[in-house]
Structures are given as C-alpha cells and as structure tokens.
C-alpha cells in the first residue's frame, strides 16, 4: 500500500482515514464503519490511490454503500471511478461538477496519465442538509459555504463526538488557498469550531482536536500575508514552505499558483 490508514474508534463507532501520499496530495478518504456496511467520504485524486481504498475496504467484510463527493477539487473527485458506486452529494456541487468536472479531469490527466480518468464521475443521489440515521448510526450533512471552495459537504457524527470537516481544516499540510477566499474561510472556522466536536477528521494530514481550528487560521493568515507581499507563485511557494517546514502537501502549493496569480 502507497497510502497509510488510521483508525480511531468512539463509543463504538470506527472510522478509518485512508491518507494518499504525496504523489496523490496527501488526501484523506474516510470510512465510515457501520454495522453492517461501510459509508466512503471521498474518492481520491488518481485511480491508483482509489484503487487502494478499495481494496482496504473489502478487508473490513462490509459492503459500501455509499460514496460522498464532498466538493469539485480533483483529489476528492477523480478517483470516484473506481468504486463503482452512486456518488452522494450536496445540490451545489453536483451543479459544479456538471459544468466543470470533465475540464479538470482533463487538465489532471494531462499532468499525470491514465491514473486520472478522462472525464468527471457524477453526483446523482442529492444530499440535504440535516439528519438522518443510517444502520443505527446518526448523522448530520451540513452544508460549508465560501471556505476552501464555495460549497462543500461536512459530515457529523454527533453521538460519536466526531466532525468530518474535509478540507475546512487541514493538519499540517500546505492548504489550497487558490481561490483567496481567506475572511469568508476564517469565519467558517469560528462558527463551526462553536460546534464542540472533540474529534476533527480533516480532508489533509492527520486527525485531530481543537488545536485545528487555531493552527487552521494561523496558517490562513500567513499564507494571506505572504500572497499579498510575494511577487508570484514560485516567491510564494518558496516563502511558505520555510515558513511550515514541517508541513507536507508541497504539490498543494504547485497546483494553486496558477489561480493565485493570473
């Protein structure tokens, strides 16, 4: 396996973080480990690393039966090919993935070959917001708006204590800023770290607690600072990776110049 696991459990519950290395952008899928069937929370940047999730799914003995897409970005959308499986998701971002979903898969594929799909995998089972109880378990689909992107899926397991933020939070890994959206981003995390999960599943690095919410805006306001003062994308790709020496997800960095500075 080129990716690792995590497994954490909660009152009973387990949830397992498959983490792509850095080839696949240090990104996280997680499994949801139900009585009786499995719940995937995204899909993987390449086949090759959906491919693996696959395979460590089947060693759990339960079917999945169910594929969130969380958002459009390509690491959490391209590899959804090789579940094989209806894609769940929120209204919004099945909407950007049907306008812009083929484009980015191309533009991956060209980067790095077959191991990227030539087109988009599509959401067709639309997710609400609210709660629903799945195989005895509770949870709770909130809806993110303007953080990362502008709309994105977090995952709530109330009962169990634990927060699936997706790329809300990253854990010492360079964060895509690309699309500047770092005041509306901010106030994201403080409404959500009101919500008092002590577990934080994020969509890159490890899991965590609530140190995340302050080691999220930190990084934040540095990478503001430095995009307003760097003089283009390899200045700022330099000055942050001194500035987070300890952080991986280098190719983070490398995908988001181009929007950073057009």
């Known amino acids: 396996m080129h990716g690792s696991v995590t497994t954490i459990q909660r009152n009973g519950l387990k949830v397992h973080t498959y983490a792509a290395p850095e080839a696949g952008w240090v990104v996280n899928t997680h499994i949801i480990e139900l009585a009786s069937q499995l719940l995937v929370v995204d899909a993987q940047y390449t086949l090759d690393f959906a491919e ?57 594929r060209a980067k790095v070959g077959d191991r990227i799909p030539d087109h988009a995998e599509r959401i067709s089972e639309i997710v609400q917001e609210g709660e629903e109880r799945i195989d005895g378990t509770l949870l709770r689909h909130v809806a993110l708006r303007h953080a990362e992107t502008a709309d994105a899926l977090v995952i709530a397991l109330p009962e169990h204590d634990i927060l699936i933020t997706q790329d809300l939070l990253y854990h010492q890994v360079h964060v895509f800023v690309g699309e500047l959206a770092f005041e509306s981003w901010r106030a994201a995390l403080s409404t959500f770290s009101t919500l008092n999960f002590g577990t934080l599943l994020p969509g890159h690095g490890n899991p ?24 283009g994308a390899e200045a700022f790709h330099r000055q942050m990776v001194a500035l987070f020496p300890d952080h991986r997800g280098a190719r983070l960095l490398q995908h988001e110049g181009r929007f950073l500075y057009k």
Request: aromatic fraction near 8%; proline fraction near 4%; hydrophobic fraction near 45%.
């Open 52 to 108: 693996e999730v696959v395979a460590f799914a089947a060693t759990l003995n339960k079917p999945i039966t169910r594929l969130y897409v969380t958002h459009y970005h390509p690491d959490h959308l391209l590899g959804a090919a090789a579940f094989g499986l209806p894609i769940h998701g929120l209204a919004e971002v099945a909407r950007k993935i049907d306008q812009v979903g083929d484009r980015v898969a191309g533009e991956e």
């Open 208 to 231: 965590g607690d609530a140190a995340l919410w302050t080691h999220m805006r930190d990084y934040l306001d540095v990478a503001e600072r430095t995009w307003k003062t760097s003089d």
